[in-house]
Structure formats: C-alpha cells, structure tokens
C-alpha cells in the first residue's frame, strides 16, 4: 500500500469521527488502566458494568487496596479471568503506592512492570490518558493491518512497529481508536461488511463480500 492510500483511509476516517472514543468507561488514568486490565479477554461492555458499581465503591489505589482481593472479586466475577486480575491489579495498588506515589506512571517501563499490564495494556494508556502518539495493536488492529495492507506484519509487535512507521503524523494520536472501532463494527472478522465499508475502494483485501 502506497503513502496516498494511507493518508486517504485516515483522512476518511477523520473526516467520519473526528474525536474518537473508546468504549471503557472512566474518570481518571487509574480507572482506565484498571478497566485496560479487565478488558483483556472480555468486552468492554462487561468491564463497565462491572466498574461502574466497583468505583463507586473504590476508584484510588488506595480504596481498592483496602477492599483486597476477596473484596474486589466480588464486583469483577462477571469478568473471564476475574480471579487472575483481581490478584494483578491489588498487586499493581501496591507498587503504585509504593513506587509512585498512587499515581499512573507516564513511562512505558514503569507500566509494564505493573502486575498484568504488558506492552498493549501500557500503550493504551499511553495514548489514553496521556494523550502519546501511540498504538495499541489487539485482534482487531492486527486483523484489520494485514487484512487491508494497512500495516502488514507477522505478530502484534511488527504490525504496531510498521503503523507508527507509516501512519502520517497528523492521525497517530487517534488511529488507535478509528482502527479498533472499524474493526468492531465494519472490517469484522467472519464476514467483513465491505459493503459498508467507508474505505472499501482504498483496501487492498481480495476476498471483499457484498
């Protein structure tokens, strides 16, 4: 794919939804790193059911810490793998505490040596909360980067590695949500909706349905 083909399906995507946003619902990085952590294999819809109870409940490292394990699984045991993340995100409480003064570390390293935030997780909030040039790759970003020839790439890293090498400037800070949200709702993977596909004459995918 050619640097003009790119620069057109951003700039149409611009053009459809100018300020992009997630679907994760919260008030502050540490809500959003929490609800980042929760996401992974569920939807968002099923975090922010269940983190609309648990913050009003508990929002700051510190109430979250205080509630514990036992405490939080209560709010989140809706949530696949709720046990798992329950553990990770008292254990990230603490070093934020610890390390950080309870705040959400603007620092890629610092991130990702909290308890189950690894680089996607890390990129999210990254871009998110603190407004970096970055892109998280998750399925459907992966999906969608191949599929189109967007971005090509082998694994997550490549396909992340070859999007902020060829995205223009201009589209960084939001081509992690207008992809995301294509991906969910038009480029799906079973059956692609090409035929409402906003850059469907752009995409280089041979196999197109009606």
Same mark, same amino acid.
């Given at each position: 794919m050619n =640097? *003009? %083909?790119r620069q057109a399906i951003f700039e149409r995507f611009r053009n459809a939804n100018p300020e992009p946003r997630g679907e994760l619902q919260y *008030?502050? =990085?540490f809500e959003l790193l929490v609800a980042v $952590? !929760?996401?992974a294999q569920a939807t968002d819809k099923s975090v922010n059911r269940a983190t609309g109870p648990l913050y009003k409940k508990a929002n700051t =490292?510190? *109430?979250l810490l205080k509630l514990g394990v036992p405490g939080l699984e209560q709010y989140i045991k809706s $949530?696949? !793998?709720y046990r798992t993340k329950a553990k990770n995100i008292i254990a990230t409480c603490a070093i934020l505490l610890e390390k950080h003064g309870g705040a959400v570390p603007r620092d890629r390293a610092a991130l990702e040596e909290l308890p /189950?935030? /690894?680089? %996607?997780? *890390?990129n999210v909030v990254l871009n998110i909360a603190f407004g970096e040039p970055t892109i998280a790759v998750d399925t459907h970003i992966f999906r969608i980067s191949n599929r189109t020839g967007l971005a090509p790439g082998?694994?997550?890293l490549a396909v992340e590695q070859k999007l902020l090498k060829v995205t223009p400037e201009a589209f960084k800070q939001h081509a992690h949500h207008w992809l995301i949200l294509h991906g969910r709702y038009i480029c799906i993977a079973r059956k692609p909706r090409c035929g409402e596909? =906003? $850059?469907?004459d752009l995409c280089e995918f041979r196999q197109k349905s009606k």
């Open positions: =640097p *003009a %083909k *008030a502050s =990085p $952590i !929760l996401s =490292p510190q *109430a $949530i696949g !793998l /189950g935030v /690894g680089r %996607k997780t *890390a082998k694994d997550v596909c =906003p $850059i469907n």
